[in-house]
């Protein structure tokens, strides 16, 4: 009770006192004195023991001393309600006396609700202008919110399952109902409001009941999620802050993860450097103090090399293979990784060279094949990556690699040694194992040097000629006014000629045999005869595979076509070297057609046309012609040229020749055309048959 209130108060009950003791003389204008029978017995308020209270609507009950005398006027209940200095803060209210309980509000103040503070009630009873003494109470209102307060909550992350003291701010200066407490509500970010969200807190909803200074709670165990405490002060009518102060408690419950990074595919051929990387998106890995955050790796089940933050180093060396844990601390505790199979790894290394050696001899049915082994206990030997390589023994010139095929742990390369002079060779091997070590040698597994000796391979011989199995061969010369011809039949390839020729239009056999260096026969192998077609023919090349019997002899028999050069050649075999013939050349006769236009001339009259054509399978006549000489002759006489022509692109001639000498009459002339051999022309020289022209 505020003193200015007090001293009122008491002022009122002198007052009222004096005019009771001081009786009023007739005729006074002194006001009277309350009237007994309007008597108020007793006034409370209900619902409420008169301590504060948040609602300004105030319950209030009352009784009168004196029972109303039926069929006389009824008394009217007065009330109004003071300020703490007497002040009024509202009008007189007047109710039936028949409302033993009332309902009262403090009349608003200028801001649309009443203030908060301590109020006068007083409740009298009138009837005209008698007025009963008043009954006083007194009412309390605090319906003001406390400041809002905020939660002290720790720095830094929590570890999950952990609990934390949250201390609480106080709101500063109280309202006047006082402090009741503080409420407290712990969510995952949800946004619930302690209290529920009302303005008002129950005493069910005060977790800190003991006043302002009971300020400071432990919540736990903290889950890893968003955790969010809020916090009101709760005034002594349950009147809560209007705003929530809030904290975030940062809670960690996931180990770090952890990967080792550094780890080689397959096999290493050197010490590997290894690193083992934490990450922790929450409370993290950032290097702290000696309870802060770790990182871990061990080799082998060895010492762990430890190292403050996200990243610890170790070295793994030797052959063999190592295992690797690695594990990680973040900066609340958890240790672990989100993967343990990311925690572990195995390297394996190997920093010897494989052995390598190559076979002790050589197989007979493959001489050619070099064959190197590759041995390596560890990683084991690589499946590409090796060569073998040759050079003349003893050279000191560089190798040069053959094609090499990797099967296994074997090199095998193929040497053509055909290709080779003969000579003394010897080899190298480059091979690797799986982790990248490189191992030569230049012997073979018995220690001995690679070295061999061309031919290895068993040496073929080809013999090759013109004809079948036999050839006959004729000479002829002029004898008188004919010729005179030796035969000759050759059986020997090797005695044949080199060159013959034939006719247009004719193709010729051609045969040989195929033996060993020393005379034993080959028997069914291919061999190939190519033809070489002189410059001017169609086609270049044209290549007959011909199979040898079980004695070694092959027949080949040999289209018509333009002049060439003919080979035989024998490709080889594995255990056979490669054997080519002697070269041959074919002569092929050109044909040349003539015609007259008649078989007599008149002499001084219309000319003969002489007209024919050159053939032309297989061959290309150039665009400009060729060449063609006419002949002429008498009986028992040489020919004599008497005029060049040349033909057209298609191989055709013509020429008149017109008779205007005297003495041609009755002579009977032969008439023929030549062509001569010439560059460009894939035939040999040819005449045409003669015609004859008979003048008159």
């Not at 403090?106 to 009630?121: C, E, I, N, Q, S």
């Not at 007083?122 to 209102?141: F, K, M, P, Q, V």
């Not at 990182?295 to 990243?311: E, F, K, L, N, Y």
Request: glycine share 12%; proline share 9%; aromatic share 6%.
């Amino acid at each position: 009770m505020s003193g200015r209130f007090a001293r009122a108060l008491a002022l009122s009950i002198c007052l009222g006192l004096a005019m009771l003791a001081v009786p009023a003389a007739a005729g006074s204008s002194l006001i009277p004195g309350p009237d007994p029978a309007l008597e108020i017995a007793d006034a409370w308020l209900t619902g409420s023991d008169g301590s504060w209270q948040a609602d300004p609507q105030f319950r209030v009950g009352w009784k009168p001393l004196l029972p109303y005398i039926a069929g006389t006027v009824p008394p009217v209940l007065a009330y109004r309600v003071e300020n703490d200095e007497g002040e009024p803060v509202g009008p007189v209210v007047h109710k039936d006396v028949s409302e033993q309980v009332l309902v009262i509000p403090v009349p608003a103040a200028g801001t649309g609700k009443p203030a908060p503070g301590v109020y006068r009630l007083s409740l009298w009873l009138e009837r005209g202008s008698a007025r009963g003494a008043s009954r006083t109470l007194l009412l309390h209102l605090d319906n003001s919110r406390p400041a809002t307060v905020q939660p002290l909550a720790p720095s830094g992350w929590l570890k999950e399952g952990s609990s934390v003291r949250l201390r609480i701010e106080h709101p500063g200066t109280p309202p006047p109902s006082g402090i009741r407490g503080y409420a407290v509500e712990l969510d995952h970010g949800s946004g619930s409001e302690p209290c529920a969200g009302r303005p008002t807190c129950t005493n069910a909803d005060v977790d800190l009941p003991g006043g302002e200074g009971d300020d400071s709670i432990v919540l736990g165990p903290l889950s890893e999620e968003t955790n969010v405490a809020r916090v009101v002060a709760v005034s002594g009518t349950g009147m809560r802050s209007a705003v929530a102060g809030a904290a975030v408690l940062r809670v960690d419950g996931t180990p770090p993860a952890v990967t080792i990074s550094g780890v080689p595919r397959g096999w290493a051929k050197r010490p590997v450097e290894l690193a083992a990387v934490a990450s922790d998106p929450l409370s993290g890995m950032r290097a702290g103090g000696p309870a802060g955050p770790v990182t871990g790796i061990a080799v082998d089940g060895g010492a762990v090399d430890v190292s403050r933050g996200p990243r610890a180093v170790a070295i793994a060396r030797g052959d063999g293979a190592h295992r690797i844990a690695a594990f990680g601390r973040d900066a609340v505790g958890n240790v672990g990784a989100a993967d343990p199979a990311a925690a572990r790894a195995t390297v394996w290394i190997d920093e010897t060279a494989p052995r390598i050696g190559f076979a002790s001899r050589q197989d007979p049915a493959e001489p050619e094949r070099i064959v190197a082994r590759v041995d390596d206990p560890l990683s084991g030997p690589a499946s590409s990556g090796g060569s073998i390589a040759i050079r003349p023994a003893g050279s000191g010139t560089p190798f040069e690699p053959l094609p090499t095929d990797v099967a296994g742990s074997r090199l095998i390369a193929h040497w053509d040694s055909d290709s080779y002079p003969r000579g003394s060779y010897e080899f190298r091997a480059i091979g690797f194992d799986l982790a990248g070590n490189r191992g030569q040698t230049r012997s073979r597994a018995d220690g001995t040097p690679m070295v061999l000796t061309n031919p290895v391979k068993t040496a073929a011989a080809l013999a090759f000629g013109f004809g079948g199995r036999r050839f006959v061969a004729h000479r002829c010369r002029r004898a008188g006014t004919g010729l005179r011809c030796h035969r000759r039949v050759i059986v020997a390839f090797g005695r044949r000629p080199a060159r013959t020729g034939v006719g247009y239009g004719r193709g010729i056999p051609v045969s040989g045999r195929l033996t060993t260096a020393g005379g034993q026969p080959l028997g069914d192998l291919p061999v190939e005869v190519t033809e070489t077609f002189a410059a001017g023919a169609e086609a270049r090349r044209r290549t007959t595979t011909a199979v040898t019997g079980a004695d070694g002899v092959f027949l080949a028999h040999l289209p018509p076509g333009p002049s060439r050069r003919i080979r035989v050649a024998f490709a080889g075999t594995r255990n056979l070297t490669f054997a080519v013939g002697r070269e041959l050349w074919l002569d092929v006769r050109s044909r040349l057609h003539l015609r007259a236009s008649s078989a007599t001339a008149t002499v001084g009259g219309a000319p003969v046309v002489f007209s024919g054509r050159l053939a032309r399978r297989g061959a290309h006549v150039p665009p400009e012609g060729l060449p063609v000489a006419l002949e002429f002759r008498l009986p028992g006489l040489p020919w004599t040229e008497f005029r060049t022509v040349q033909t057209d692109a298609h191989g055709r001639f013509r020429y008149p020749y017109a008779f205007s000498d005297n003495d041609s009459r009755g002579v009977r002339f032969q008439f023929r055309a030549q062509i001569a051999r010439q560059p460009g022309w894939p035939y040999d020289a040819a005449h045409s048959l003669p015609v004859s022209v008979t003048g008159r």
